[in-house]
Nanobody, 124 residues
Framework: QVQLVESGGGLVQAGGSLSLSCAASGHTFSRYAMAWFRQAPGKEREFVAA????????YYADSVKGRFAISRNHAKNTAYLQMISLKPEDTAVYYC?????????????????WGQGTQVTVSS
C-alpha cells in the first residue's frame, strides 16, 4: 500500500508563491497517477490538479489554471504542486492523492490513496 507525505505548506501573502511536495513510498511510484486536492474550512474537498504516470496528461481545476503547476520526479518518488499568484481563496488543507488504476482522469478524478494534508494559508 502506498504512503503519501505532504510538505511545504505555510503562510504566505496574497500574490506570493509556495511549492508543495508529496513523497511517496511503499509502491511503484511510476505506476500511479498523482493528484492534489484541497479542502477549505466549511467546504467539501475539491480537485486541484492531476498528472498521469508518464506526465503527459495533466489536468487542472479552472480556479487554478495558469497559476498552479503539477509535476513529478520518478527518481525521487515525489510529486509537486507549484503555486504562484496565490489568493486568499486558495487557503485550505492541501492533500496529495495517488491512484494505480487507469480510471483516474476526468470527469470523476477518482483517487483511493491519500496523505494527511498540509495547511496553506494566504493572507490578504
Amino acid at each position: 500500500q502506498v504512503q503519501l507525505v505532504e510538505s511545504g505548506g505555510g503562510l504566505v501573502q496574497a500574490g506570493g508563491s509556495l511549492s508543495l511536495s508529496c513523497a511517496a513510498s511503499g509502491h511503484t511510484f511510476s505506476r500511479y497517477a498523482m493528484a492534489w486536492f484541497r479542502q477549505a474550512p466549511g467546504k467539501e474537498r475539491e480537485f486541484v490538479a492531476a498528472i498521469g504516470w508518464s506526465g503527459d496528461r495533466r489536468y487542472y481545476a479552472d480556479s487554478v489554471k495558469g497559476r498552479f503547476a503539477i509535476s513529478r520526479n520518478h527518481a525521487k518518488n515525489t510529486a509537486y504542486l507549484q503555486m504562484i499568484s496565490l489568493k486568499p481563496e486558495d487557503t485550505a488543507v492541501y492533500y496529495c492523492a495517488a491512484q494505480p488504476t487507469a480510471a483516474w482522469g476526468p470527469p470523476n478524478f477518482q483517487f483511493d490513496y491519500w496523505g494527511q494534508g498540509t495547511q496553506v494559508t494566504v493572507s490578504s
